[in-house]
């Protein structure tokens, strides 16, 4: 399945499983109250505090990745089966729902893809939302965590040298010029950024795979895509960029999901600033 679904594609198949995972990091409560408002027919909510991250103890970052058993539970209590195509959607840039896309390729679940435009598209064009919840029968999902798709801090630290460090978060945040989010300013050394919201049309759709090939083959300098480790500040954004170099057709970068905000909890880590 393609990394990315229209909403015609979605709107053909009321048999494939949905997700909404509307997020506003300044307020966590936010999404699932609009989900409880109106959401696309069968979805369920998918929450990133609660659902796709971890407890935080303070160095692990804000949204730390879950052990791969704990989402592969849900993921059963959700009624998901291997054989289910999955679209996730968010608001509409598509970075909540990249995080869910993302874990779930991670865990094996290949027929998976992001709604293009999100539900901002898809109110746009006229199509139908409700407020009824459905429900799922749990089943037992066979989920197995893919090792080479994460990158873990140690993994991080290991290759920083040799790794193609790509950082998805605004360029004054990559700068150290602001940090409106962690406690502390810059960048990981050697990092290059790609802005996620970059990898967005003016009409908030991806841009077309050439377009995105070409963009990030300039950032990269044609490294290897199995080299590029994305990081933003919790592991979000990093995967929106994931996602935008699978529709390029440059598979295989990792993401670390710590990120900028477990990084720069350790004073001892070296941080970079272009100011």
């Not at 198949?13 to 699932?32: S, T």
Request: net charge positive; hydrophobic share 40%; glycine share 8%.
């Amino acid at each position: 399945m393609n990394a990315l679904a229209s909403t015609e594609q979605l709107a053909q198949h009321p048999e494939w499983r949905v997700f909404d995972c509307r997020h506003d990091l300044a307020k966590p409560d936010a999404g699932e109250q609009q989900y409880q408002e109106a959401h696309i027919p069968g979805a369920l909510f998918a929450h990133l505090d609660r659902d796709l991250s971890a407890q935080k103890s303070g160095s692990n970052g804000r949204h730390p990745l879950p052990e791969a058993r704990s989402f592969v539970a849900w993921l059963g209590k959700q009624g998901l089966k291997l054989s289910d195509t999955v679209v996730c959607y968010d608001g509409g840039p598509g970075a909540m729902a990249a995080r869910l896309w993302w874990m779930l390729r991670w865990v094996g679940h290949e027929q998976a893809a992001v709604l293009d435009g999100g539900l901002a598209k898809w109110l746009r064009e006229g199509r139908p939302v409700t407020a009824a919840v459905p429900k799922f029968e749990p089943a037992s999902y066979p989920g197995k965590a893919k090792a080479s798709m994460h990158a873990s801090l140690a993994l991080v630290e290991k290759k920083l040298k040799r790794a193609a460090l790509l950082d998805a978060r605004a360029p004054a945040r990559y700068r150290g010029e602001q940090e409106p989010i962690d406690p502390i300013a810059g960048r990981i050394p050697g990092a290059k950024n790609r802005f996620n919201n970059d990898n967005l049309s003016a009409e908030g759709i991806f841009k077309k795979p050439e377009l995105l090939r070409a963009e990030f083959s300039a950032v990269l300098s044609d490294r290897n895509p199995g080299d590029v480790i994305n990081y933003c500040g919790s592991g979000v954004a990093a995967c929106h960029n994931a996602l935008a170099m699978e529709v390029a057709g440059l598979p295989g970068s990792r993401v670390y999901i710590g990120s900028w905000s477990e990084w720069s909890a350790d004073p001892s880590r070296p941080i970079s600033r272009s100011v």
